[in-house]
């Protein structure tokens, strides 16, 4: 691995993991595709800021640009609440139309800004390692990792004072208002650290795939655990896994890195969503066929228990003709013939004592 | 720029992209309407990225930089992306926006991949297939026109057959369900419109902002009219006029890629719909301040008068300050007590007091709660 | 918990003049009510009624256009502390990541104020409370395997944290079972006897007169208000849901006697 490459993973890591934290609260409140809104409108803020400040990674240009994310968000509640359109169409006129004018000034005055339209959805994280930071003449590492590292640590530290404040106004806006918690303030922070993050990443990842950065990690972590701080850690341990091993991907095919790593992402969700032990689909099938079996079971029990205490005990019922298929029934026989609940002699089914017990408090609940 | 303009549509090449971007704002604006109106205005935006990867697959499997099968490609890898998002929030805890968030920017990564793969492949066809991006009107040829044309008129065939069932969908689906209309299969069907609007839309508009193409005349239209026929003819009109103003600013000037170019014109005659339209955001506002008047001026009146009950003489005058008493900011009694003055119902018996007139004390009897909202 | 409430003069909330618009469509008409300290007040209503916007008012969720609330005696903006709100249980995400424990606990989140966070002593509070709806056993729960019952009592509990002397709640029976019912309506019925004052919209007229001693019947205005004997009647409950309603007392009784 040549430095450079070591270089280009450690901006990939720490981009990743800025992006999962706010993602996580974002997952929650419904709101991943304000992150479309956003990771779109900061390109105009980015451009007329540098056309003011002149250097990309001014400080100034990055609070400008992510201004302009917050901006985006207003201007999209703005629409929304005027009644007139419903939120999803608030949200597909107003950043397109930023994104625009923002590609328009990209394309007329490419060669002012060190920046182009391919840039703009490919990022260009390849490049971060060549631009340093040097200190008398001692070479510290990308400039991007500092950046980018300083928007982690805001990250980390608003996630970590305002932990409870999230927590209540996310899960239930109008009691954190009443018990003296701003949810609006709440919410108009978390898009500043939003945006923030979308202006660090946008170097790196460019406008679109930071989106993938953003939700994907959180969605993983949703369907693993049911505690808000575990969906958060494991939200950033995917982030950081699909950065590094996007990264490999891309190296490996020569393709772009950003695009790989957005893809990957993708692959983690896929393995996610199905095999997770609880939510995962096949695990859902699973339950569901237990389920099925179960109510199956069950049910025969009770015909047979129903049988015994009327009369017509050498009327032995038919498993067969109470189930969809034949195929089903002898399983369903099968597997409480195993369970010693009933037994089968001359062609007849019989309740063993455990069998009548089950249906009994089958009939009687519990 | 008058000249140009003349330029422009007499010549042969520029009327075949005119026509083009022309047609392909009538689909979009159509087709878009059902978008907006089913309130799916972002699956067009997932769908319309999700296009990236067909395309190029489409070219890696032809060779060629062929029409029909990059449309093909599109369109199939669209409806992939809806269906996925389908199957995850079917079966998981795992809301839409999320779902849709997803499938962007995942099949978007997959196309700039497979775009990058391509673009190393030492075969001087690929050149150019990056313009799907943002979008170049000035490539369509006359057989790209064509295309357009055809899969613009299915697209609008289907609708017009069916109607009565879409409009049954966008409004009450489970309704529609109840009479026995497959819910599912007018689904699928708007769905393939939509992927059809957007196929067309990738040469001119590029893959991201097509879905702007679709949302921005339907919601321009929809502050002119609340019939669902004409929402339609005028969106259709709306995309059209900036499909053709987009594709000449950008041709006319330098540096101006065709999709952005269209969008801005799009989205202004949207904002300006918004703000402006008789029913607009202007005219809503002044209608609140209006009725938030009437209210104040009611509660006024009553407040009034509840105070003087407590004299046992309904005109008993009582200060300002003690009606203004816990009013919302901005609430200004004295506005409304001169209101009220000037309608005759009350009146002002010096050092800031009034009190009700006895055509106010016959109006505020007539106050109920109930009549307030008829 | 102040001392305040046992004051019997001052009412334990008092709305006077409350005005509530949304748009052009007024929600509320100039309400006027007074709530004693110590007492159990159902509110009633049609649909659009503005029970809920009622109850958010109070507490300044909506804007007003005019009126004062106020807390035994003192602006409600200077006595939040003294209301413990129950939302509608529709109103949130049950897929929350977060347990039956956490959930309580946030009624604990007020008292703290911002930045500092919850430890061993409001864990402990929200096991009290827990222990109180008797949902103790599902602490570690996750809220989305809990049913509509259980959820309701995981809210009650986090009202119950928040020590305070008013429980404003918004349709505390909504889809519970009969079981959780009888349990709400037990501990809102303690709380009322330990001189605390519950505010609740109320959707089942027949039983009103078994659970509240007290009733406000609203439609936009304040139709009624009173105790239940003297107010809960055919007539006030014509004026507030017109003909829209089949339920009067009278005709309930002469039912039962058959």
Not at chain 2, 130 to 146: I, M, R, S, Y
Request: with cysteine.
């Amino acid at each position: 691995m040549s430095p450079h490459q070591l270089d280009i993973q450690l901006v990939a890591v720490i981009v990743a993991a800025s992006c999962s934290i706010p993602g996580a609260f974002l997952v929650l409140r419904r709101m991943s595709m304000m992150t479309d809104a956003i990771s779109h409108s900061i390109l105009l803020g980015i451009i007329l800021a540098f056309f003011l400040v002149g250097d990309l990674s001014s400080p100034f240009l990055i609070i400008g640009a992510a201004a302009s994310g917050v901006l985006a968000i207003s201007l999209i509640e703005a629409v929304n609440r005027s009644r007139l359109v419903k939120k999803d169409a608030s949200i597909g006129i107003v950043f397109p139309f930023l994104f625009s004018v923002a590609v328009i000034l990209l394309s007329k005055y490419a060669r002012n800004v060190h920046i182009d339209t391919h840039s703009v959805l490919l990022g260009e994280i390849a490049f971060a390692p060549f631009n340093r930071l040097i200190v008398s003449g001692m070479d510290l590492g990308p400039v991007s990792a500092y950046v980018m590292g300083s928007i982690l640590l805001l990250n980390l530290l608003f996630i970590s004072f305002f932990y409870k404040e999230l927590k209540v106004s996310t899960f239930d806006e109008s009691f954190a208002s009443s018990i003296g918690f701003r949810p609006r303030l709440i919410h108009y922070l978390l898009m500043a650290v939003v945006s923030l993050t979308c202006v660090g990443a946008f170097d790196a990842v460019g406008s679109i795939l930071v989106i993938a950065l953003i939700v994907i990690p959180p969605c993983c972590a949703y369907l693993l655990t049911d505690s808000l701080f575990r969906m958060i850690s494991l939200s950033v341990l995917f982030g950081i896994s699909a950065a590094i091993s996007g990264f490999w991907a891309a190296n490996w095919l020569d393709v772009n890195i950003a695009g790989s790593m957005a893809f990957v992402c993708g692959v983690f969700f896929l393995v996610v969503f199905l095999f997770a032990p609880q939510r995962g689909l096949f695990g859902i099938m699973r339950e569901k066929r237990r389920q099925r079996m179960d109510f199956a079971e069950a049910s025969l029990l009770v015909s047979l228990y129903n049988q015994e205490k009327g009369e017509a005990v050498k009327n032995h019922p038919d498993s067969r003709g109470m189930f969809r298929s034949a195929d089903f029934a002898s399983k369903v026989v099968g597997f409480l013939k195993q369970k010693g609940e009933i037994a089968v002699t001359g062609g007849g089914l019989f309740l063993t004592e455990r069998g009548r017990e089950r249906a009994r408090m089958t009939v009687e609940g519990r | 720029m008058l000249e140009f303009a003349v330029e422009l549509f007499s010549d042969y090449t520029a009327r075949t992209i005119l026509l083009g971007a022309a047609s392909l704002g009538v689909v979009s604006g159509v087709v878009g309407s059902y978008a907006v109106l089913r309130k799916q205005s972002l699956v067009g935006d997932v769908m319309s990225h999700a296009a990236l990867p067909g395309i190029v697959l489409a070219f890696m499997i032809v060779g060629v930089k062929e029409q029909l099968p990059i449309f093909i490609g599109a369109a199939l890898s669209a409806v992939l992306a809806v269906f996925v998002i389908n199957l995850v929030t079917e079966n998981s805890r795992i809301k839409t926006d999320s779902a849709m968030g997803m499938a962007l920017s995942v099949f978007f990564g997959l196309g700039l991949v497979l775009l990058t793969y391509v673009q190393r492949m030492p075969d001087a066809n690929q050149a150019g297939l990056d313009k799907f991006l943002f979008g170049q009107a000035e490539a369509l040829v006359e057989k790209d026109v064509l295309i357009i044309g055809l899969t613009g008129f299915f697209a609008l065939s289907v609708v017009g057959l069916f109607w009565k069932e879409f409009k049954l969908l966008c409004f009450d689906p489970d309704f529609g369900g109840t009479m026995g209309f497959s819910i599912k299969a007018l689904d699928m069907l708007v769905t393939a419109v939509i992927v059809s609007a957007i196929v067309i839309g990738l040469q001119t508009v590029g893959v991201v902002l097509m879905s702007s193409m679709l949302i921005a005349p339907a919601v321009a239209a929809r502050q002119w009219t609340g019939n669902m026929g004409s929402m339609v003819i005028l969106a259709a009109l709306v995309a059209a006029v900036s499909g053709v103003t987009g594709v000449a600013l950008s041709a006319g000037f330098e540096n101006i890629p065709t999709g952005p170019a269209v969008i801005v014109c799009v989205s202004v005659i949207a904002f300006f719909s918004i703000l402006f339209s008789p029913n607009g955001f202007f005219t809503l506002k002044f209608k609140d301040a209006q009725s938030r008047r009437e209210i104040r001026k009611d509660y006024v009146l009553k407040a009034l008068h509840d105070l003087a009950l407590e004299h046992d003489d309904p005109g008993y005058a009582h200060s300002e300050r003690l009606l203004a008493l816990g009013s919302e900011r901005g609430f200004n009694v004295r506005k409304s007590l001169f209101a009220l003055q000037a309608a005759g119902y009350v009146e002002s018996v010096g050092e800031d007091n009034w009190r009700l007139t006895q055509s106010g004390i016959r109006e505020v009897k007539g106050l109920s709660p109930l009549e307030k909202n008829r | 918990m102040s001392g305040k409430g046992e004051n019997p003069v001052t009412p334990a909330v008092r709305v006077t003049d409350l005005t509530v618009a949304y748009g052009d469509k007024t929600v509320l008409w100039d309400i006027d009510l007074e709530i004693p300290g110590g007492s159990m007040v159902a509110v009633v209503g049609p649909n659009g009624a503005g029970k809920t916007t009622l109850i958010k008012s109070i507490q300044g969720l909506v804007p007003r256009v005019a009126g004062v609330v106020s807390i035994h005696g003192r602006p409600y903006e200077k006595q939040r502390k003294e209301v413990s709100y129950v939302p509608q249980r529709g109103s949130v995400d049950w897929d929350f990541p977060t347990s039956v424990v956490d959930t309580v606990k946030m009624g604990t989140y007020g008292d703290l104020g911002w930045i500092r966070r919850p430890g061993r002593r409001e864990h402990e509070k929200a096991l009290g409370a827990l222990e109180k709806v008797d949902m103790l056993e599902f602490a570690q729960r996750q809220i989305s395997q809990l049913s509509g019952g259980q959820q309701q009592r995981v809210f009650l509990a986090r009202a119950l944290v928040q020590s305070a002397s008013v429980y404003l709640l918004d349709e505390p029976f909504q889809g519970v079972d009969a079981t959780t019912e009888k349990a709400i309506v037990t501990i809102l019925k303690e709380l009322v006897a330990g001189g605390k004052t519950v505010l609740a919209v109320h959707h089942d007229l027949n039983t009103v007169s078994e659970y509240y001693e007290r009733i406000a019947i609203l439609n936009v205005g304040l139709v009624a208000a009173g105790r239940v004997e003297d107010i809960f009647n055919s007539e006030n409950l014509m004026k507030a849901y017109g003909g829209k309603t089949s339920f009067f007392p009278e005709r309930k009784t002469a039912r039962r006697a058959v």
